[in-house]
């Protein structure tokens, strides 16, 4: 699919529809599998990565039904050994924490996804599960799927330090940790998204996490005698989605919007409060939490961009850091980024996607082995590959407002924001060939 995105001028938008979070939808289906009751879970993702996740649970043994406001998710008493491939399709999330459900759980089991996602390397959940006694079996000596699980229960106790701070392998781990035959530990080098924890914790597991003084996560994880509880939840809508029409609003001069019902997880809006930096108005208006804390976003347009350096807190920004780029690319004066080489392994390589489709866009870039230098200027109108990445193809959507501009490959948009070319069009001109 090919997209032509036209320029736009100054807008007023109050979203209410913005996707559901991707992340809490990934693990409300992958959690509802540890208990021993029926979930309710209203608003979930209906985009490709989070409906591949659900499938997955199907075949595992999980009975969907539909009722009125949401989803009942039904769990099997064991799982199932799945007679066929379990596909996560693009989701990173999907295939690593089902790496360590299923390493603890007994039979076989194959995992695999489409061309990019068995591009991405998994050993960093691979190998701590086999330190612990998992069996996982793939190409590359298991960095890359298909991934072969040959899971068993009752897993070794761990006392495990990652060298980075990655909330799919601390929930792998603690997924595999909850029926292991002890006590475990598990130290990051800073805190990663905690829904995990949040959730689990919120279902009876018996979690401790604690922050040292200088920043890391020591969390604790005892074993699981009993099924946990049931979940009921009401997805918010996906911050990392709703930054990419805060971004709209900042780059578009005489600009003003609200984003309603937005999760307002610490970990999940630094980029808000990048943008903030960069001389951006934004308001958070928080008014609930259950499991989560979730409010409403106001924002206007600045009368300029500010320049900014980026170095710190990375694991917090690592989804929205392409739309970023484009508020850099508007900016006053010479942006960096850096301490982000995490960005080489995501859905492509980001950093090679930002820099080269910003040079095609008439912006002077520089690229970095963990980061990218970016020169604010004025955008040309051109054409960008989205390098099958949806956070690429929709940040550069985004800079269409700019100069027009149009994107190859955009049908991957639909695996986190199926409608955003919707709201995208209430802003501007979008055109759409189907055909491409």
Known sequence: ????????????????KIAPDKSISHRSVIFSLLSYKPSFVKNYLQGEDTLNTLEIAKKLGLVVKEEKDGLVFIPPKQLKEPSEILDCGNAGTAIRLYLGLLSARE?????????YLNARPMKRVVEPLRQIGASIFGRDGGNLAPLVVIGKPCLNAFNYVSKIASAQVKSALILSGLYAKGECKYTEPQLSRDHSERMLMGMGANLES???PNGALELKIFPQKNPLNPLEIDIPADPSSAF????????TPNSRGILRNVLLNATRIEAFRVLEQMGVPITYRKYSSTYESIGDIEISSPNYLKAIEIHQRIAWLIDELPALAIAMAC????????????????ETDRIVAIVRNLQLCGIEVKELEDGFEICGGDFKM???PSYGDHRIAMSF?????????????????NISFPNFLEILNAITQVEVDNES
């Open 210 to 212: 604690k922050l040292n």
């Open 397 to 413: 959507a985004i800079a269409g407002l700019r100069s027009g501009i149009t994107i190859t490959q955009a049908e991957y948009i």
């Open 331 to 346: 900016a006053k004066g010479v942006s960096k980024v850096s301490n982000a080489k995490e960005l080489r392994v995501k």
């Open 244 to 251: 990419f029409f805060a971004l709209a609003i900042a780059i």
């Open 382 to 384: 051109c054409e960008v």
């Open 107 to 115: 039979g076989m089991f194959v995992l695999s996804g489409d061309c």
């Open 1 to 16: 699919m090919r997209i032509k995105v036209s320029p736009s001028v100054g807008f007023k938008i109050d979203l209410s």
